[in-house]
């Protein structure tokens, strides 16, 4: 079987830089040291100290960054316009959201072991696929599994057919939004419109405490930057020199010998799995999951940061997440009724103008070109 050439995949002599490692390192200590001294250890009178609200609010836009930094992979490295990505990240939010409802216990309304809206709908016992919610261990297990599941069979079936581009990304809203109908729906079992909410305890500990709600954030902070490494480690092996060669070409991909449904498969799947894993971070911090995760301008957003951010960057996504939501938070507070103009505003621009986001415009400020996409 003939093969591209030898330099094509020719890998660099390191991971990261030594600049890389060093920002690493801060982000690291920024995380684990930083965050949980200014908001446990610093009085709250002091203008130093970091509130509860801003944990929260920094727990839940670094879940947002690892659901962009999958986009990028897909996206940005790949060529995949996904429009449904929401979907995985609500199926992983949901996993986690079972077993915190079993947590809960006998301390609901209704005083009874099974959820509340159970109990207000009159089930008598759990529906099937709550047989392993009481479990930890069973629920992390398909935080991975059912959207790495999902995302493997309907990849299968759309690689396999050589659908591609616009075509692909409507299918993949249209998946999202029937799952987001068929959610709402109350004898599903996943509480409705309402969905989950009201969390107890997490591993038998008080999820609403100070030092739970730092942990939550210290662990999804580390979980960012694991999956920023292993990206950064895919998109300089072979394999993600395969992926970029198909994002570019991939008749001509086809044409050397490689089998491009095998690549996109794996990374969709992969991709899908770290939304699944972002989902599951974010309820026990932000306290709910509904089905309006599964909106269409949930998956939409998650594109627009990677967009504003700057594709192909992998730190690109990560930085748009953190601004397109840092600005949410401040627009939904001052100017709440303009919010949705501004962003939409923020991504025609981006568009039009910054076609390689903010890490475009950095390099530009700086006087140097952008990283190479490949």
Same mark, same amino acid.
């Given at each position: 079987?003939?093969? !591209?050439?030898?330099?094509?995949?020719?890998?660099?002599?390191?991971?990261?830089?030594?600049?890389?490692?060093?920002? @690493?390192?801060?982000?690291?200590?920024?995380?684990?040291?930083?965050?949980?001294?200014?908001?446990?250890?610093?009085?709250?009178?002091?203008?130093?100290?970091?509130?509860?609200?801003?944990?929260?609010?920094?727990?839940? #836009?670094?879940?947002?960054?690892?659901?962009?930094?999958?986009?990028?992979?897909?996206?940005?490295?790949?060529?995949?316009?996904?429009?449904?990505?929401?979907?995985?990240?609500?199926?992983?939010?949901?996993?986690?959201?079972?077993?915190?409802?079993?947590?809960?216990?006998?301390?609901? /309304?209704?005083?009874?072991?099974?959820?509340?809206?159970?109990?207000?709908?009159?089930?008598?016992?759990?529906?099937?696929?709550?047989?392993?919610?009481?479990?930890?261990?069973?629920?992390? !297990?398909?935080?991975?599994? @059912?959207?790495?599941?999902?995302?493997?069979?309907?990849?299968?079936?759309?690689?396999?057919?050589? #659908?591609?581009?616009?075509?692909?990304?409507?299918?993949?809203?249209?998946?999202?939004?029937?799952?987001?109908?068929?959610?709402?729906?109350?004898?599903?079992?996943?509480?409705?419109?309402?969905?989950?909410?009201?969390?107890?305890? #997490?591993?038998?500990?008080?999820?609403?405490?100070?030092?739970?709600?730092?942990?939550?954030?210290?662990?999804?902070? !580390?979980?960012?930057?694991?999956?920023?490494?292993?990206?950064?480690?895919?998109? /300089?092996?072979?394999?993600?020199?395969?992926?970029?060669?198909?994002?570019?070409?991939?008749?001509?991909?086809?044409?050397?010998?490689?089998?491009?449904?095998?690549?996109?498969?794996?990374?969709?799947?992969?991709?899908?799995?770290?939304?699944?894993?972002?989902?599951? !971070?974010?309820?026990?911090?932000?306290?709910?999951?509904?089905?309006?995760?599964?909106?269409?301008?949930?998956?939409?957003?998650?594109?627009?940061?990677?967009?504003?951010?700057?594709?192909?960057?992998?730190?690109?996504?990560?930085?748009?997440?953190?601004?397109?939501?840092?600005?949410?938070?401040?627009?939904?507070?001052?100017?709440?009724?303009?919010?949705?103009?501004?962003?939409?505003?923020?991504?025609?621009?981006?568009?039009?103008?910054?076609?390689?986001?903010?890490?475009?415009?950095?390099?530009?400020?700086?006087?140097?070109?952008?990283?190479?996409?490949?």
């Amino acid at each position: 079987m003939s093969a !591209l050439p030898d330099a094509t995949f020719a890998p660099k002599n390191s991971l990261l830089g030594a600049k890389g490692w060093a920002a @690493v390192l801060a982000a690291v200590v920024v995380i684990t040291v930083l965050v949980p001294v200014l908001n446990l250890m610093v009085p709250e009178g002091s203008a130093l100290h970091l509130s509860d609200f801003y944990v929260t609010l920094l727990g839940k #836009i670094l879940c947002y960054a690892i659901c962009a930094l999958a986009m990028d992979l897909i996206w940005g490295y790949t060529g995949i316009l996904s429009l449904g990505h929401g979907l995985f990240f609500a199926l992983g939010g949901y996993a986690m959201g079972m077993y915190l409802m079993r947590q809960i216990g006998t301390d609901g /309304q209704y005083k009874s072991e099974m959820p509340d809206f159970m109990v207000f709908l009159n089930w008598k016992e759990f529906p099937w696929h709550w047989a392993f919610s009481d479990s930890f261990v069973a629920q992390m !297990l398909l935080v991975v599994l @059912v959207p790495g599941l999902l995302a493997f069979v309907f990849g299968y079936f759309a690689f396999r057919s050589r #659908i591609k581009g616009v075509y692909f990304s409507i299918i993949t809203q249209a998946l999202t939004f029937a799952a987001m109908l068929l959610f709402f729906r109350n004898e599903t079992g996943f509480g409705g419109n309402n969905g989950f909410t009201d969390f107890k305890r #997490i591993l038998d500990v008080p999820i609403t405490t100070a030092g739970m709600r730092v942990t939550l954030c210290v662990i999804t902070g !580390l979980v960012l930057i694991g999956f920023f490494l292993m990206a950064r480690f895919i998109v /300089q092996s072979k394999y993600g020199r395969v992926l970029q060669a198909i994002r570019d070409a991939e008749t001509r991909v086809m044409f050397t010998g490689y089998n491009p449904v095998a690549y996109k498969l794996s990374i969709w799947t992969l991709s899908a799995v770290m939304c699944g894993v972002a989902g599951a !971070l974010y309820v026990p911090q932000v306290g709910i999951i509904n089905p309006g995760e599964m909106s269409p301008a949930a998956s939409i957003e998650i594109a627009i940061w990677a967009a504003v951010g700057g594709r192909a960057t992998l730190i690109g996504p990560i930085l748009g997440a953190f601004f397109v939501n840092g600005a949410k938070s401040w627009f939904t507070v001052a100017f709440p009724e303009y919010w949705l103009f501004f962003l939409g505003a923020l991504f025609i621009a981006v568009t039009l103008f910054l076609p390689q986001g903010l890490i475009g415009l950095f390099a530009k400020l700086r006087g140097r070109k952008p990283e190479d996409r490949a």
